[in-house]
């Protein structure tokens, strides 16, 4: 005769392993997941990436970046001061070194103010939309990485800046401007080093195919991971846990990325660190933002789920959450304010009431466009107050029924 009472124990031993390798795999996939999304988004969108890349166009470090760029490269090779000399009588060509330097201030100046202006920006977002197309193929790999790339690198083309540079310096500059070879300059700021991109073409291409389903499943590992564990509270605790070891961890990699990009793009570019530095906290800022956002919800969850628990710290927080729903009661029902059938039916349905509040809170997480970890924090006390709410008005149903 076969002993059946030995099968739901031999399928409960699977359960808890089946739980940890979906726990495991989801928090794993917890940065893949977040990359694969910003990438899409921010990357391959070229409105988003222009919309992302905007700001810098009001960056000082930008700004004061690029009015370095273009005086240094049109005074490059005494370039500047060759004309001047050619200007002047063979008598008082020495003063054409010290004309330089003022007429290379002067320029710093103008280009400086340019960059400045409103006028600038539009031109920030022209060269920023022309670059987005070598900027696409160079993450996915299709085409040939012409239009905007040099040496491997995406880069800016500022010509227009250039122009608008020589246009304001021709009152100021002795006629010399249309000597100079403007042609000829290197008109082009680098905001990425390409040249290695061969593994990143073939995760960009992955990335865009799985960003739209990738969050979807991760999310269903981890309530599946939840469903599995005998102790669903502990399993929520983990979930959280978690989350923030993902997160964390995925912090210190864009911390580390950020100073390898700047080291290796600030020296072989003669670009400051400073600007290389605002180009990657720009760039990078709403992946840095979503990472933050999934931190916060592993915190809410790691905490919710400790103070479900035993501990003795939950039991305190826990009583007096209780104290305080059971005064308010108290005094909602002397002024009555409190009771009647609304109590009674909260008292009746209280669990059922909260599930709700808390699957509201998550679907509108779910259906915020840009969430944030103020977002986090703002559904969180909103859902607390309205569980607090829950609780007062049951309390004060269970009261009136008992008298």
């Not at 800046?161 to 042609?183: D, M």
């Amino acid at each position: 005769m076969t002993d059946t009472t030995t099968a739901p124990k031999h399928h409960a031993r699977w359960r808890t392993p089946i739980a940890w390798i979906l726990l495991v795999a989801a928090v794993v996939l917890t940065p893949i997941t977040l990359s694969a999304v910003w990438v899409r988004n921010e990357l391959l969108d070229t409105n988003r990436y222009v919309e992302t890349m905007a700001p810098l166009a009001r960056d000082p470090r930008i700004q004061t970046a690029i009015a370095t760029r273009v005086t240094n490269e049109i005074f490059a090779d005494q370039r500047v001061q060759n004309a001047l000399k050619s200007k002047l009588p063979d008598s008082i060509d020495f003063l054409a070194a010290p004309a330089s330097q003022a007429l290379r201030q002067t320029t710093y100046n103008v280009t400086l103010r340019l960059t400045q202006s409103k006028q600038f920006a539009s031109l920030w977002d022209k060269a920023n939309r022309a670059a987005h197309a070598s900027v696409d193929r160079a993450l996915t790999g299709s085409g040939n990485i012409t239009l905007k790339t040099k040496n491997g690198q995406i880069v800016l083309d500022l010509t227009p800046v250039y122009a608008e540079v020589s246009k304001r310096l021709e009152k100021t500059s002795l006629g010399i401007t249309n000597r100079l070879p403007f042609s000829a300059l290197n008109k082009t700021f680098v905001i990425a080093d390409v040249s290695t991109l061969q593994g990143a073409q073939t995760a960009t291409r992955w990335f865009d195919r799985i960003a739209d389903v990738l969050p979807w499943i991760v999310l269903a590992m981890f309530v599946g991971a939840v469903l599995l564990f005998h102790d669903r509270r502990k399993g929520v605790l983990r979930v959280g846990i978690g989350l923030l070891i993902a997160t964390l961890l995925f912090a210190v990699a864009l911390a580390l990325g950020r100073a390898g990009y700047v080291d290796a793009l600030a020296q072989p570019t003669a670009v400051s660190r400073s600007a290389q530095q605002a180009v990657f906290d720009i760039t990078f800022r709403f992946l840095r933002a979503g990472n933050r956002t999934i931190m916060a919800v592993g915190l809410v969850l790691a905490v919710g789920a400790a103070l479900a628990g035993s501990s003795r710290a939950a039991l305190a927080v826990r009583g007096a959450f209780s104290r305080v729903s059971g005064r308010a009661a108290e005094a909602g029902g002397e002024h009555g304010l409190l009771g009647g059938p609304v109590s009674a039916f909260v008292a009746r349905n209280l669990t059922l009431l909260e599930v709700s509040v808390v699957v509201v809170a998550f679907g509108v997480f779910a259906f915020v466009a840009t969430p944030s970890p103020m977002t986090v924090l703002w559904i969180t006390l909103a859902t607390l107050v309205a569980v607090l709410a829950l609780l007062v008005v049951a309390r004060a149903g269970r009261t009136e029924a008992a008298a």
